[in-house]
């Protein structure tokens, strides 16, 4: 079992940046492939980063490619999602996600845990 508690959202101006983190719970967090995904209110849930066990590869969506950048640090059994020039289409919950065996990091079914989400509203 994993417990995933995601921080760090909150209000923003357009242009701005957050820095959203993932504490996970117990002692096999570098076993997981990790991600990012968000959902907009009456939108699909959306891929937004994935990043392997070790941390060596990295996958973004392409609506923030070049603006978003993923990272972990198993140490301390966190995942990071930097976001810079934030725009108002980036406003959404945003989810962390764990998974054992990711095949394709892009897609929700891969994963077998998820956070409760943590807001992220952008101001334009």
């Known amino acids: 079992q994993v417990q995933l508690v995601e921080s760090g959202g909150g209000l923003v101006e357009a242009g701005g940046s957050l820095r959203l983190s993932c504490a996970a719970s117990?002692?096999?967090?570098?076993?997981?492939?990790m991600g990012w995904f968000r959902q907009a209110p009456g939108k699909d849930r959306e891929f937004v980063a994935g990043?392997?066990?070790?941390?060596?590869?990295?996958y973004y969506g392409d609506s923030v490619k070049g603006r978003f950048t993923i990272s972990r640090a198993n140490a301390k059994n966190k995942v990071n999602l930097q976001m810079n020039s934030l725009k108002a289409a980036d406003a959404a919950v945003y989810y962390c996600?764990?998974?054992?065996?990711?095949?394709?990091?892009?897609?929700?079914?891969?994963?077998?845990?998820w956070g409760q989400g943590t807001q992220v509203t952008v101001s334009s």
């Open positions: 117990g002692r096999t967090f570098s076993s997981y492939g």
């Open positions: 990043i392997s066990q070790s941390g060596g590869i990295t």
């Open positions: 996600a764990a998974g054992r065996s990711i095949y394709t990091y892009t897609s929700a079914r891969g994963y077998d845990y």
